[in-house]
Nanobody, 118 residues
Framework: VHLVESGGGLVQPGGSLRLSCAASGLMFSTYGMSWHRQAPGKGRELVAVITSGGGSTNYAGSVKGRFTISRDNAKNTVYLQMNSLKPEDTAVYYC????????????WGQGTQVTVSA
């Protein structure tokens, strides 16, 4: 299983970025997908989650109304549209695929850096 994130970079406060996570080696449409982030010196936190069919999403309070998670099961890809970015959004963003925790069906990408700075 491989999850490959892309789309990170340096952006000014108030700007936008769209992260992508391309999945391979798994039946993508059966996995719940999520984005997590880890800022320097802090623990990893859940940012957004989407169900396998894309019908339900949920967000951390700090990003609600600014970030949107979506998926394209035909392309085996999940996205995170990030608008109105703030310096506190600076972190490494990780993609996660999860289906059955009991048998270890949990996978992580390598992460992509997002830096919000003037």
């Amino acid at each position: 299983v491989h999850l490959v994130e892309s789309g990170g970079g340096l952006v000014q406060p108030g700007g936008s970025l769209r992260l992508s996570c391309a999945a391979s080696g798994l039946m993508f449409s059966t996995y719940g997908m999520s984005w997590h982030r880890q800022a320097p010196g802090k623990g990893r936190e859940l940012v957004a989650v989407i169900t396998s069919g894309g019908g339900s999403t949920n967000y951390a309070g700090s990003v609600k109304g600014r970030f949107t998670i979506s998926r394209d099961n035909a392309k085996n890809t999940v996205y995170l549209q990030m608008n109105s970015l703030k310096p506190e959004d600076t972190a490494v963003y990780y993609c996660n695929a999860q289906r059955n925790l009991l048998i270890g069906e949990v996978y992580w990408g390598q992460g992509t850096q997002v830096t919000v700075s003037a």
